[in-house]
Each structure stands twice: as structure tokens, then as C-alpha cells.
């Protein structure tokens, strides 16, 4: 169902203006950053460095150039999220970092070479607002909506933090390592403020990094499960990264007990989780037309980073165990990591696809969660709802809609927070026919993948299987209601018929007969002719009593069968002057079938006689095959077009229904109007202990 049109305009102007793209400040990062990229290749490649601590440094700028350029462009193609803007200030800052660094190298076996300083200085600043600004403020971003006040506070600490480490590196009055700040402030109160300031800063980047893990943490733990996606190896990746930047922020005597490729290498690492984190986390389902590019590179990416890491691992532990035989620790380490290649693999890619697709990569989760909340309905509303919920949640969706058709139609919808994107229409059905639809909304700028979009057609069934229940149990409410109307009319026509009929007529005999009694002494002549006028009168109260019996159940339909009942029926219209004729064999059926059967066609005839104008109707009764099949036509005016049905019709569809046969009212191939009712074969059987049924006897037409 779709939201009201007041909604829907809404949720397309927050669609229009909340959701912009940037495509040329997406292909200008990426041009950038690939210039940066291939400009510091070259300028590797020709100073012909030997590999050192500073040249790990350098690999992680150039990493970051590289991954950090690219997750940006990407997000920028298809939304404007703040995160975007700080990836893309990594990337070129790294690059720029890199490039700097190369570039130094190669004005040490070039002398001759331009000497600027905003180039040559740039290894010591034009990586830190990105790279800081990752571990402390950009984990606090990746959500939708509004933050609230904890996040913003952090922000506005972290981002105070990057501001001041920046101002501090930009203006350092002396020269670093030999090349000098590009803005230097010639002050020695300023360098002693720096001197004293910039470790307690550096000392706060961990520890703000370790705390906005925490905080990603907590919202994987209780956030909602749409919003829990990649928040786990976000969580992981922001912890690394804060922990790769401890051994920096340590004091310079405690630094020496750990290795100098500590650091770096731990950058390096926590690479394996973030950016891929941040990309499903930021884009959820906009990786259009991209989903197999990331997903194969993010499997690549991590079974190269676990197999090196395993394989360095074990051969570190194997030469300290086996020190005395060389190449045996490499053949073992080599051996059991090609035995773990593909188990290795399996849960990777198991692994990327939870990341990128959520639940959708695991179905069986989907239908669990549905069945879960099928289960906790306490009505046929809650389960359309608890599914449409489920399903929104689960398959991260803008909404989702159930409509179920039917004589009691019901709806249900759920959406996510903010606006939708494209609808997917999904038919549900059951035993051959359609019961409904399925209609799934993405979210704004997104459209479904493939693998969400073959998530809901998996699930059309058990959702089919749900409309089905909730349609059935509304019918079933429904029905009782009318069945309660109904036997309510009928009371308070019996009612009306004792008070009216019956009740007068018993308290006149009381009168006449205290009048006779008083007659008796002086006119005994009289009192007997008062009498007699009593007893009349006392019989013509009997037949009306006989009247209304047969009227509920007549006795002749459980003594002699349907074809008697439905003759003796037709005679009591007879003085009205509706001439009814009956076809219709001495058949053997089960009383629940005849009772049913009868009422129909007592009904049928009442309503011919009171709303058709009918003069003549006819009743016929066959059986075959197939089956027991009743028909009722008159000759009447018929049923006007656009009446709904009364509780009458009504009553005699649920009668049919209630023996598991079918009721149609229509109009008669001349005229008038058709009452056919279908009972299949099987509920026309008497039961074993009443012998086997009988072939039917020819028709006897009886007026």
C-alpha cells in the first residue's frame, strides 16, 4: 500500500533535495588521485630507494591514496554523504604525503631539481586532517539522520584535535628532518606551546579513536538490524587504526621497546576492514551495477592480507620452534596454507556478501525473522504488518507494502526512515489463483539488487502463505460476525412473530375464557358458543406455533429427506400466489448437507417473493458424478446492478461454504434471477453406518 499522496510528495521533495550526487567532484577525486598515484610511482621508480621504516610510512600514504580515492569517488557518484568529503581529504592528502615523500628521495640523487617547500614538507601535514580525521571524527558520521548530542560533541572534539595537530604542523618554526613547515610562525613561544601542546594532542587521537570504536560498537549491539550492516568491521577498523596510532602518541622511551614497523604495518592492516565497512555502511544498496566489482575485490583484497599474514605468522612461529632446519618451516607453512585456501575462501566471501547485502545474503535469516513475527501476531493485521516490517528491516528496504484482495480486503504497510526510490511488484499466490501483491519500495537513489530482489521472490510463498492466513482469518472474523447478525435477525423475528401473533391471541383466550367462566351461571347457552370461539381460536395459535417450527427446521426434512421438505415448502407459498414447482429425486444426504441445502433454497424463495415480484419459481435438484447441484430461478425482476449484497446472500454463500460447496447468485439466462449451489461428491456421502448411498431416481415434478 502506498503511502498517502500528501506523504508521498514529501517523501519525493526530501528525495529531490536531501539526496544529491556530486558526479564531477567524484571524477575530479579520482583524477587527482590517480595523477598523485602515478606521479609518485614515477618518482619511486626513478630515485631508486632502498626499502626502510620511511618507505612503510610511505606505503601506507600510498595505500590510502589509492583505496581511500576510490571509496570516495564511489560514494560521491551516488550520494552526498559528509563521510565521502573526508575520504576523498584522505586520499589526496595521502597522495599528496606520498608524493612528498618520493619526491625528497629524488631530490637526494637529484639535486638540480625545483626544491618547493609546500611539496617537499608535505609528508608531515598533508596526511593528517584525512587520515586523524578518520579515527576520530568520520566513525561518528556513518549513520543516517540526525546525530545526537554525544556523536556531535565528539565530532566537535575531534575535529578541534585535527584543527590544532594541522595549525601546529603547518606553522613549526624549525625545520623537520632538514625541510621546513610551509608556514612557519618565527616565534619561540609558539614553538614552546607546540612543544608542549602536540604530544598531549597526539596522545588524544587513540583514545578518541578507541572511543568512537566503542561507540560503533554499542550501536551494532543495540542499534536496529538495518542499521547494524558493516557496523561490526567498522567498529574493528576504527579500533586498528586508533591502536596503529598509539606507538606514535608514546613517549620516546617507551617507543624504543617496540618494532619500528609496528605502526605502519598495523595501518596497513586495519585497511582490510575500514574502507570496505565504510563503503556498505554509507552506500547499503547503491552499489548498482557494481556489486560483483566489490564484492571479488573485497574477497581478493582480504585472502591476500590473510594468507601473507598467515604465512609470515607461521613462519615466524616454525623457525623459532625449528630453528635447526631451515626450509622445513616454509614447505609446512606453504602446505597447510594451500590446504586452507578454500575453506579460507568460502567464509570470506560469506563474510563480503553479509557485509554488502545484509540479510539478504542469507534468506534462511529472512524467513526466520518472518516466521518470528507471523508467531507473535495475535491478529490477521499483525501478521501482514509483522511481515512488512520484517521484511523492511531485514532486506533494508524504503518500505514495503501487502495487499491482500478478497471478499474482506486487507492491507498492511512499513517503511524506513526516509524517502523511497522505485517499486518492485510482486504477485502472491495460492492454490493456482492470486490472492495479492507484494510491492517493495528501495530507498531513495537506490534501486534493488539482485540478490535482494531474489530474496523477495524466494519469499513470495511463505509471504502468500501468510496473506492467505490473514485474508481467511478476517473472513472467518467476519463471518461470525454475520452469523451473529443473522441469528440476532432471526430472534428478534421470533420475537416479533410470538408478541405480535402468539401473545395477543393467548391473552384474548384468557379474557374469553374469564368470561365464560362468568357466563356459565347465568347464560350456560352463551358460554358454550364463547367456548367454542376459544378453541377455534386455541387452534388457529397451535397451527401458528407449527408455522414457526417448520419455519426454523421443519420436521418433515429429518424424517423424509430434502425432496419432501423442499415439496411441503413450495405448497406453503401456493396460497400467496408465487406458483413454485419442484424437480427434484428422493436423494439420501447427509442432514448437514440437506439443512444447508434447504436453508439456501428457503432463502432464495423469501427473497423472490418479497423483492422480485416473481410469479412463478422453480427448484431442481440433480446429482451426479460430480456432485449434488441445486439451482433456484424465478421469473422476477431481478437483482438491480450495483446492490451489495444483504445478509441474505450472505448467509446463503457461508451455508454453501460450511459444507465446502459453492453458492452463485446471478441473473437467469431469461430473466429474472439464479440461485445455483455445488456440493462436490464427497460431502453427499452418508456416513458407513447408514448404508451406501443410493442411485438417484428419476425427477418427480411436483407443483
Request: contains cysteine; charged residues 15%; positive net charge.
Amino acid at each position: 500500500m502506498p503511502p498517502q499522496p500528501g506523504a508521498r510528495d514529501a517523501v519525493d521533495r526530501a528525495a529531490a533535495g536531501g539526496d544529491h550526487r556530486h558526479p564531477a567532484a567524484a571524477w575530479s577525486v579520482l583524477v587527482a588521485c590517480a595523477l598523485f598515484v602515478l606521479a609518485t610511482a614515477i618518482c619511486w621508480v626513478a630515485a631508486r630507494r632502498p626499502w626502510g621504516l620511511s618507505q612503510l610510512y610511505f606505503l601506507v600514504d600510498f595505500t590510502d591514496c589509492a583505496v581511500y580515492g576510490t571509496v570516495a569517488w564511489l560514494i560521491l557518484l551516488r550520494r552526498a554523504h559528509p563521510v565521502a568529503w573526508l575520504l576523498a581529504a584522505t586520499g589526496i592528502g595521502g597522495g599528496l604525503s606520498a608524493l612528498g615523500a618520493q619526491y625528497v628521495d629524488l631530490l637526494a640523487v637529484h639535486p638540480g631539481l625545483p626544491d618547493p617547500v609546500l611539496l617537499t614538507s608535505a609528508q608531515y601535514w598533508a596526511w593528517a586532517p584525512g587520515m586523524l580525521s578518520l579515527i576520530v571524527v568520520l566513525p561518528w558520521l556513518v549513520r543516517e539522520g540526525r546525530l545526537p548530542w554525544p556523536a556531535r560533541a565528539a565530532v566537535l572534539t575531534g575535529a578541534l584535535v585535527v584543527a590544532a595537530f594541522e595549525l601546529f604542523q603547518l606553522t613549526w618554526p624549525g625545520p623537520a628532518a632538514g625541510v621546513g613547515a610551509p608556514l612557519p610562525i618565527r616565534s619561540a613561544a609558539w614553538a614552546d606551546l607546540i612543544v608542549h601542546v602536540q604530544p598531549v594532542l597526539v596522545a588524544a587521537v587513540p583514545l578518541l579513536g578507541l572511543a568512537a570504536a566503542v561507540g560503533v560498537a554499542w550501536r551494532w549491539r543495540t542499534g536496529p538490524a538495518a542499521e547494524r550492516v558493516g557496523l561490526g568491521w567498522l567498529a574493528v577498523g576504527t579500533a586498528l587504526l586508533a591502536l596503529s596510532f598509539a606507538p606514535v602518541a608514546l613517549p620516546a622511551e617507551s617507543a624504543t621497546h617496540l618494532a619500528d614497523w609496528l605502526a605502519p604495518a598495523a595501518m596497513l592492516a586495519s585497511q582490510a576492514f575500514f574502507p570496505a565497512a565504510v563503503l556498505a555502511v554509507v552506500l547499503r544498496q547503491r552499489l548498482w551495477g557494481i556489486e560483483i566489482a566489490v564484492r571479488r575485490t573485497l574477497v581478493w583484497f582480504l585472502m591476500t592480507f590473510l594468507l601473507v599474514a598467515a604465512y609470515v605468522l607461521g613462519v615466524s612461529v616454525l623457525d623459532a620452534l625449528l630453528p635447526a632446519t631451515p626450509a622445513l618451516p616454509g614447505v609446512l607453512v606453504t602446505a597447510l596454507v594451500a590446504v586452507g585456501v578454500q575453506p579460507g575462501r568460502i567464509r570470506v566471501q560469506r563474510w563480503v556478501d553479509r557485509l554488502i547485502h545484509g540479510a539478504a545474503a542469507e534468506p534462511l535469516g529472512v524467513v526466520r525473522g518472518v516466521g518470528h513475527r507471523i508467531s507473535a501476531a495475535e491478529d490477521a493485521t499483525d501478521v501482514l504488518t509483522g511481515v512488512a516490517q520484517s521484511l523492511t528491516d531485514l532486506l533494508r528496504l524504503g518500505a514495503c507494502g501487502i495487499v491482500v484482495d478478497g471478499p474482506e480486503p486487507c492491507t498492511a504497510y512499513h517503511a524506513s526512515a526516509g524517502p523511497m526510490g522505485r517499486p518492485l511488484v510482486l504477485p502472491l499466490r495460492r492454490g493456482g489463483r492470486e490472492v495479492g501483491r507484494l510491492t517493495a519500495w528501495a530507498r531513495a537513489g537506490e534501486r534493488l539488487d539482485g540478490r535482494t530482489r531474489a530474496a523477495l521472490v524466494d519469499l513470495v510463498p511463505v509471504v502468500s502463505s501468510a496473506a492467505s492466513l490473514a485474508a481467511t482469518s478476517r473472513a472467518l472474523v467476519a463471518s461470525r460476525a454475520r452469523l451473529a447478525e443473522a441469528r440476532d435477525s432471526e430472534r428478534r423475528k421470533l420475537r416479533r412473530d410470538l408478541h405480535d401473533g402468539l401473545g395477543p391471541a393467548l391473552a384474548g383466550v384468557a379474557l374469553g375464557l374469564q368470561a365464560a367462566r362468568n357466563l356459565l351461571t347465568a347464560d350456560p347457552a352463551a358460554a358454550g358458543q364463547l367456548l367454542d370461539r376459544l378453541r377455534d381460536e386455541l387452534d388457529q395459535g397451535v397451527e401458528q406455533v407449527r408455522d414457526l417450527a417448520r419455519g426454523l427446521l421443519p420436521p418433515v426434512l429429518g424424517e423424509r429427506g430434502l425432496a419432501p421438505a423442499l415439496h411441503e415448502l413450495a405448497q406453503r407459498y401456493a396460497p400467496s400466489g408465487l406458483d413454485v414447482r419442484v424437480a427434484a429425486s428422493p436423494l439420501p444426504l447427509p442432514e448437514p448437507v440437506a439443512t444447508a441445502v434447504y436453508g439456501i433454497v428457503a432463502e432464495a424463495l423469501a427473497n423472490a417473493y418479497r423483492h422480485s415480484g416473481a410469479r412463478t419459481c422453480r427448484i431442481t435438484v440433480q446429482r451426479d458424478e460430480s456432485g449434488l447441484t441445486v439451482g433456484v430461478g424465478d421469473d422476477g425482476s431481478g437483482i438491480p446492478s450495483g446492490v451489495p449484497s444483504g445478509i441474505g446472500m450472505l448467509s446463503m454463500r457461508e451455508r454453501a461454504e460450511g459444507i465446502g460447496g459453492t453458492c452463485r447468485i446471478g441473473p437467469g439466462p431469461t430473466g429474472g434471477t439464479t440461485v445455483t449451489v455445488r456440493v462436490p461428491a464427497e460431502r453427499c456421502v452418508l456416513p458407513t453406518s447408514a448404508g451406501d448411498p443410493q442411485p438417484a431416481a428419476p425427477a418427480v415434478v411436483a407443483s
